[in-house]
């Protein structure tokens, strides 16, 4: 079963409008941290925002948010006033555990966002 | 710029080869990890060394083997390479950090084709 899922392919984005890309997710640990990445054209990943499963308020930076949802296990992110420069493809990523058993990420498929002027 | 470095960006090669991925962590990061994206399966977890010591495995295949130099350089040897194995192979670092989370920092990649 899938751990992590990006439902949507793909989207457009009028230029200066809010954007949110869905991420649900599964696990049966209580302890786990949820990840925003973007990957431009050019191919690198990129870090925008973090929230842990323990965290009671929703994380934000800048013009990023993540609309956390315990119960329901979705985590989205919340793009505010879209810039041409956020087109690009979005990872929603999951650390599951314990830290020192290991950190590794498990990725959903992503999400491809066109912002249009 | 994320200060973790990779070398070389770009490799090609041939099928039965054997190859080498360099990664340079930031400074005062002791974990480092490698990920691998292509188009059929997406980006997935290969290893994760912490000081030295291996610290977690996913999804690597026994033709390919890591290790973490006590620089705190990694690197990632692909052998045998078949046309499956052309990607890009990202690596990542982090620090502890107290009673915080350990947020990894992608390296630019290195993009493999095997022709």
């Known amino acids: 079963a899938q751990k992590i899922t990006q439902t949507q392919p793909g989207m457009f984005v009028q230029e200066k409008e809010a954007v949110t890309l869905d991420c649900t997710y599964d696990t049966s640990d209580p302890s786990y941290g949820l990840f925003w990445y973007k990957q431009p054209s050019s191919g690198e990943m990129i870090f925008l925002i973090y929230?842990?499963?323990?965290?009671?308020q929703n994380a934000t930076e800048g013009r990023y948010s993540l609309n956390f949802q315990k119960a329901r296990k979705s985590a989205n992110l919340v793009i505010s006033a879209s810039q041409l420069g956020d087109s690009a493809m979005y990872f929603c990523a999951m650390r599951e555990g314990r830290k020192a058993a290991g950190n590794k990420l498990t990725f959903g498929g992503g999400t491809r966002v066109l912002v249009k002027p | 710029d994320s200060g973790v470095t990779q070398t070389p960006k770009h490799l090609i090669t041939a099928t039965g080869q054997r190859v080498t991925l360099r990664c340079s962590p930031r400074s005062g990061d002791l974990s480092v990890y490698w990920y691998q994206q292509s188009l059929d399966q997406g980006l997935q977890f290969l290893i994760q060394?912490?000081?030295?010591?291996?610290?977690a495995k996913g999804n690597i295949l026994e033709r390919f083997s890591a290790q973490q130099f006590p620089d705190l350089h990694s690197e990632l040897n692909l052998s045998s390479l078949e046309l499956g194995d052309s990607a890009l192979y990202f690596c990542?670092?982090?620090?502890?950090?107290?009673?915080?989370?350990?947020?990894?920092?992608f390296g630019p990649g290195t993009r493999l084709l095997v022709l």
């Open positions: 060394y912490y000081n030295g010591e291996e610290r």
């Open positions: 929230q842990g499963s323990y965290d009671q």
């Open positions: 990542a670092s982090s620090r502890k950090s107290w009673g915080g989370e350990e947020t990894q920092y």
